[in-house]
C-alpha cells in the first residue's frame, strides 16, 4: 500500500468525498459546500438538517466500509453548462460554478465508484486531486472528531453550515500519537486552565474577548511586568506612557484610518457627552477619536515634540500600552485571540550606523526572554517585499534593501532557524517574527522585530546630523511577549498551568494542622512576607486533607504544613510539588532552599 507522506494530501482530500458520500447517504437532501484537506486531516460543509455529533460513530463506520468495498476516482472536465446541469441541484456548487466561469479557470467534476458498480455513489466538483484507489487508504488511520458550525465561504453575511471534522495520516500509529498529543493539549488549554486556577475571566456582559483578571492571574501579569520593566532599565530602554485614544488627525496622519481601518473600532464622538446626546444635544463642533490599535504614532509625536540630535540617538522607548483591535466574534478565542491586549512595546529611533548593533541586541533580548521562561521551540521567520511588486511598500530601494540585508546578517550571526518568506513583509518595511510552538506544534506569533519607512515619512521624523543636516532616523519596532495576554494563554499550556516557583502567583501555602496553630502559622506567613515570598494561609473549616488537595490542585509550588510539633520547634514541614516530602526544617531555611530555586530557574 503506498502510504507515503507525499501522498498524505491526496489521502485526506480523498476521504473529505468518502464522509461526503456517507452522509449523502444518511441524508439524501443534504446539499454541499466544500471538503478541502488542512493540516492533520480534512473537513467537508454540509446544508443540512437533523446532524449531531451522534451521528459521527455511524458516519465513521460507513466510511470504512466504503473503502473496504474498493473504490476508485473518476476525473473528467466539463463545460460550464454541462457542470450546471449535473448539480442543477446542489446551489452551492452552482455558486462555485459561476466564480469558476468568471475567472475563466478549468471545471473539473471528480466520481467516486464502489468496485463493481456503474453509478458513481458521489458526484463533485474538484480541483482534485485525489489517491487511484482505497487500497493507499488505511482505514485505522482516520477518525471523525467533531461538528461544528461555519459560515459558507467565511463570511457572516452567508448561511450557516454544519462542518465536519476528521484526523487523518498515513497509519494507525501517527493518528494515535496525535490523538494522545490532542489528549494532553485539551488537560493543558488555557481556558480550562485559567476557570480550573481561578486566574481570569472573560464575561459577555463585560464583552467579548475583553479579558478580566482574578487575584491569581493578575499577580502573574505583575510579577512578568515587573520582570519586564526591570529588565529593560537595565537594556537601556527608558519608559513612556500614552493614552488609550487619540485623535482622528493622528490616525489619518499616521496612515491607520486608511489601511487598517478594517482592524480598527470606529470612532468616538467627544464632543458631547451621554447626558447630552440622552438629551438630544447637537455638537457644536465635531470632534473625533479612536481607541488605539497600536502605540507607534503616539511615540512618533513625542520623539517631535523636540529637536534631536545625533548625539542623541539611539532612543529607546518602551511600553506596556493596551490597545484595541476589531476580531470578529467567532475568532476569539481565550486569551490568545482578544479585542483588547498589552503590547510590550518599543520602538528604537537610531542612524544607520548603529542599526546593526541595535537589531542585535533586541535579538539576544528576544533569546534572553525566550529561554527565561522556558520557550526553546520556536521559528524565525524573515518577511520580505515581493521583489516583482515594490510599488505596493513604502520606502526607497536603497532603505530595503539595505534593512533586509542587514536582518539576515543578523539572524544568521545570531545562529537563528529562520525562513525567507519573500512578499510577506508588511508595506511599511521588512521584519523577523518569532513564533512559538505549542504541544501540537502550532505556531504562535510573539516576538517581532520591524522596520518601518512608513511613520518616518508620515511624521517627518528627523535629526541633525553630525554635518549639521537635517536627517531621516531608521526606526525599529518590536515587542518581545508580543502581549501579554496570548504569552499568558502560552505559558499556562506550557507549564500545564505548574508555574515554576519564581512565576507562580502563590509560591508557598501556609497550612496549619488546626485552628490551635492559626497564630504560629500567621507568624510564618510574617516572615514570607518580609522575604518577599508570595503566599497564602489555608485556614479553612475543612480537613486537612481537603486543605492539602486544594493547594495541590491550585499547583502551589511548596506546602508549609504546622501542627503541634512545628510550633514547639519553631519550624515547618516542608513538601515541594512534584518531588514530595522534603522534611521538617526552620523557616529561615526554607527561605534559602526557595531564593536558590527561584535564582537557579531564571538562570536556566
Given amino acids: 500500500m503506498l502510504r507515503s507522506k507525499n501522498n498524505i494530501e491526496k489521502i485526506r482530500h480523498s476521504l473529505s468525498h468518502i464522509l461526503a458520500s456517507a452522509v449523502k447517504e444518511k441524508f439524501p437532501k443534504s446539499k454541499l459546500g466544500i471538503g478541502p484537506a488542512i493540516e492533520n486531516g480534512f473537513y467537508y460543509d454540509f446544508d443540512v438538517k437533523g446532524l449531531s455529533e451522534e451521528h459521527l460513530p455511524e458516519l465513521e463506520k460507513r466510511m470504512k466500509e466504503i473503502i473496504k468495498s474498493g473504490i476508485r476516482f473518476s476525473k473528467e472536465e466539463a463545460t460550464p453548462a454541462k457542470a450546471k446541469k449535473i448539480f442543477a441541484d446542489e446551489p452551492y456548487k452552482l455558486e462555485l460554478i459561476d466564480e469558476l466561469k468568471k475567472n475563466k479557470k478549468p471545471i473539473t467534476i471528480y466520481k467516486t465508484y464502489i468496485k463493481g458498480e456503474k453509478e458513481p455513489i458521489l458526484t463533485d466538483l474538484c480541483s482534485g486531486p485525489h489517491i487511484r484507489s482505497s487500497s493507499e487508504i488505511d482505514e485505522n488511520a482516520f477518525k471523525l472528531a467533531k461538528i461544528a458550525g461555519a459560515y459558507w465561504k467565511g463570511e457572516e453575511k452567508n448561511k450557516m453550515l454544519t462542518r465536519i471534522y476528521g484526523y487523518a495520516f498515513s497509519s494507525k500509529k501517527e493518528l494515535d500519537d496525535y490523538l494522545n498529543l490532542l489528549e494532553e493539549a485539551e488537560k493543558r488549554d488555557h481556558r480550562k486552565l485559567g476557570k480550573e486556577l481561578n486566574l481570569f475571566n472573560i464575561d459577555p456582559m463585560v464583552g467579548l474577548g475583553l479579558v478580566m483578571w482574578q487575584p491569581k492571574g493578575a499577580m502573574l501579569w505583575r510579577t512578568m511586568e515587573d520582570f519586564w520593566y526591570k ?13 488609550h485614544i487619540g485623535s482622528r488627525q493622528l490616525w489619518e496622519t499616521s496612515g491607520h484610518w486608511g489601511f487598517y481601518s478594517d482592524s480598527m473600532y470606529p470612532p468616538i464622538e467627544v464632543g458631547l457627552s451621554l447626558e447630552d446626546i440622552k438629551k438630544g444635544k447637537k455638537s457644536k463642533a465635531k470632534e473625533e477619536y479612536l481607541v488605539k490599535p497600536m502605540n507607534c504614532p503616539f511615540h512618533v509625536v513625542l520623539y517631535n515634540s523636540t529637536l534631536r540630535s545625533y548625539k542623541d540617538l539611539p532612543l529607546r522607548w518602551a511600553e506596556c500600552g493596551t490597545v484595541y483591535r476589531y476580531e470578529k466574534s ?3 478565542s481565550g486569551l490568545t485571540r ?14 544607520e550606523d548603529q542599526v546593526k548593533n541595535e537589531l542585535i541586541k533586541v535579538v539576544k533580548f528576544i533569546k534572553f526572554i525566550f529561554g527565561t521562561f522556558g520557550f526553546k521551540d520556536y521559528k524565525v521567520y524573515l518577511s520580505m517585499r515581493d521583489p516583482k511588486d515594490k510599488k505596493k511598500y513604502t520606502g526607497s530601494d536603497k532603505g530595503w534593501k539595505f ?9 544568521k550571526e545570531e545562529k537563528l532557524d529562520y525562513e525567507k518568506e519573500l512578499g510577506e513583509a508588511a508595506f511599511y518595511g521588512p521584519k523577523l517574527d518569532f513564533k512559538i510552538k505549542d504541544v501540537l506544534g502550532r505556531e504562535w506569533q510573539c516576538s517581532t522585530l520591524q522596520f518601518d519607512f512608513n511613520l518616518p515619512e508620515r511624521f517627518n521624523m528627523s535629526f541633525i546630523n553630525n554635518k549639521g543636516k537635517e536627517e531621516r532616523p531608521y526606526m525599529l519596532h518590536r515587542a518581545l511577549f508580543g502581549s501579554f495576554e496570548r504569552f499568558i494563554g502560552l505559558l499556562i499550556e ?24 492559626a497564630d504560629y502559622a500567621k507568624k510564618v506567613s510574617d516572615i514570607l512576607a518580609d522575604e518577599d515570598i508570595r503566599f497564602s494561609v489555608f485556614n479553612s473549616n475543612e480537613t486537612l486533607g481537603k486543605r492539602i488537595r486544594e493547594a495541590e490542585m491550585q499547583k502551589i509550588p511548596y506546602l508549609l504544613i504546622v501542627g503541634e510539633k512545628e510550633v514547639l520547634s519553631k519550624t515547618i514541614s516542608v513538601r515541594k510539588r512534584s518531588e514530595g516530602d522534603l522534611g521538617v526544617q526552620s523557616t529561615q531555611s526554607f527561605i534559602e532552599m526557595i531564593h536558590k530555586d527561584i535564582n537557579s530557574q531564571k538562570e536556566q
Fill in 231 to 243: 529588565e529593560h532599565l537595565k537594556a537601556g530602554y527608558e519608559l513612556v506612557r500614552t493614552p
Fill in 330 to 332: 467567532g475568532e476569539l
Fill in 338 to 351: 482578544v479585542r483588547g491586549f498589552t503590547q510590550d512595546d518599543a520602538h528604537i529611533i537610531c542612524t
Fill in 403 to 411: 534593512t533586509e540585508k542587514v536582518l539576515e546578517e543578523v539572524a
Fill in 494 to 517: 506550557h507549564f500545564a498551568g505548574a508555574f515554576p516557583t519564581w512565576l507562580a502567583p502563590i509560591q508557598a501555602a501556609v497550612i496549619p494542622i488546626s485552628d490551635k496553630q
